[in-house]
């Protein structure tokens, strides 16, 4: 018995000998401890209130989901910091002498923390103004996907080849987004046709919108139109304007189309050009010349 308490006295002074001060506060391991414990306890509450908002009272009010997300976050985030805040009180220190020292280190660290403030003030401001929401489809950079996640540091976008891409979130305040499902999610889409000189211009505008208004996706209103763009090198060029309601079915309807197009105006006679060039040589050397040196050289 002696030795076990002489044991529990040595790890007693083990995890409460001073690691730092701050402002003259000593912090041990056991003040660690503590605060550890505290983020835990609020963490769990976190997510036992996410929990039951999430089942017991969005399912009432059927919000939608991007405002219910943004819910959700800030809820957490600020039973979080309230956690941090009473686990810093507990364990003796003043939060004032806790800010003087975090206002000086901020400027030491706060050019290598720049992109972290930058992806959490972005993530704010997509949780409040919802220019994306999960489930969107959306394109950023060469990117093109539908948003599985938005955090307060980067947003993931899962791409229709099912890859997960994880896009820092000042992308999307800074650069140039398109946002296939922003409030209307109807779409036009755009076919280019190229058919050969001499063809019939008015049944090859026929086909072209009987193709589309025979297809199960297009809508009816608005209804698809063509329209006759150019004379081009090889080709007249046409293009069909054809509205579907889902921007996700893009790549699918306009396959389709293009099948579609193709089986029509084989059995209509309609030729599909490949592109032609013109090809003229000109010689600096008269030919007559050329031909004398050849029969002068062959003697």
């Not at 010689?283 to 050849?294: A, D």
């Amino acid at each position: 018995m002696e030795n076990l308490g002489l044991i529990l006295k040595k790890i007693g002074q083990i995890i409460d000998y001073p690691l730092f001060y701050i402002n003259q506060k000593p912090i041990s391991l056991t003040s660690i401890i503590v605060g550890i414990i505290f983020l835990l306890i609020f963490y769990f509450i976190s997510r036992g209130l996410r929990k039951l908002i999430k089942n017991k009272i969005f399912p009432k009010y059927k919000l939608d989901e991007g405002i219910q997300l943004a819910i959700l976050r800030i809820l957490h985030y600020l039973v979080i910091g309230l956690g941090i805040i009473l686990g810093v009180q507990f364990i003796g220190l003043n939060l004032t002498s806790l800010a003087v020292v975090f206002g000086l280190l901020s400027v030491g660290i706060g050019f290598g923390l720049q992109n972290i403030a930058a992806n959490f003030v972005s993530g704010l401001i997509i949780l409040f103004e919802r220019p994306i929401k999960i489930g969107d489809r959306i394109t950023v950079g060469e990117v093109l996907g539908d948003v599985e996640n938005i955090s307060l540091r980067a947003t993931h976008i899962r791409t229709i080849d099912n890859v997960s891409i994880i896009v820092p979130n000042s992308e999307f305040i800074s650069s140039r987004v398109i946002n296939w499902s922003h409030r209307d999610p109807k779409i036009r889409l755009h076919v280019p046709v190229g058919v050969a000189y001499g063809s019939d211009i008015h049944l090859v505008i026929r086909l072209l919108l009987e193709v589309a208004q025979n297809h199960p996706e297009v809508l009816k209103t608005p209804e698809p139109k063509v329209w006759f763009k150019e004379f081009g090198n090889s080709s007249l060029n046409f293009e069909l304007l054809a509205w579907i309601p889902d921007p996700k079915r893009r790549p699918d309807v306009i396959s389709d189309l293009n099948i579609k197009i193709d089986d029509t105006f084989r059995k209509n006679n309609i030729t599909i050009p490949f592109p032609q060039r013109d090809l003229h040589i000109r010689s600096s050397v008269p030919l007559p010349y050329m031909s004398k040196n050849r029969i002068s050289e062959g003697s």
